[in-house]
């Protein structure tokens, strides 16, 4: 069996290398790679705003006041500066924007191009100020109450299934709202119960549904 890919432990080799999550690791494919000079940029930025640099979940992290302030990544259509208690900030300048259909707040400046970086730098710097002004303080963003409604093919499940049950309840709120989506983005009520049957060793490892398996359940 293939070892599982380890992620960059140093935020240097990110942008020489990647994040090592895939096999376009250390290619000329790597996103990373296709998006080299806006994520320089980014890079640029955030150093000169006085952030401390360090890798985390296979990505750049910036840091300050032992606040995560703001995170790099590359994709396949684009790459994107987000930012972490992205509530707190007010945008003045209106470049924030939701990350998906399920993110509760604009969190993230999302670039199809590297050039585009540049025009953007004094808002980027003043959001970047804002959010270190709030870490400095120790504004904290209010909680955000949701009500989480699950499927009734895990309802069904977890009612078969105590030790199921126990692990999914144990789960925290976030892992929990993971595995809802995962499951609700089918209508289908068979690809449900498959998505359930493959992901039950997760839930009893404690894992969300975007969460990596544990070696031990691989091997």
């Known amino acids: 069996m293939t070892e599982p890919r380890q992620m960059i432990t140093d935020p240097a080799d990110y942008f020489a290398k990647g994040c090592g999550r895939c096999d376009r690791f250390a290619t000329a494919d790597c996103s990373a790679q296709r998006w080299l000079g806006g994520l320089l940029d980014l890079r640029r930025i955030a150093l000169a705003m006085g952030l401390t640099e360090t890798a985390k979940w296979g990505h750049p992290c910036y840091m300050h006041a032992g606040r995560n302030i703001c995170i790099i990544g590359a994709f396949r259509g684009d790459f994107r500066l987000s930012f972490m208690n992205a509530s707190l900030l007010s945008d003045p ?127």
């Open 93 to 219: 300048d209106g470049v924030l924007e939701r990350q998906g259909a399920n993110t509760h707040h604009a969190d993230c400046l999302r670039f199809t191009d590297p050039a585009a970086v540049l025009p953007l730098e004094p808002a980027i710097r003043a959001l970047l100020a804002e959010a270190m002004r709030h870490a400095e303080a120790g504004t904290l963003p209010a909680k955000v109450q949701t009500d989480l409604t699950l499927p009734d093919e895990l309802i069904e499940a977890m009612d078969a299934d105590p030790d199921l049950a126990a692990a999914f309840h144990a789960l925290t709120p976030g892992r929990q709202r993971s595995w809802a989506l995962h499951l609700t983005s089918s209508a289908n009520p068979t690809t449900r119960h498959t998505r359930i049957e493959k992901g039950r060793a997760k839930i009893i490892a404690g894992k969300g549904a975007t969460e990596r398996q544990p070696l031990s359940i691989l091997t």
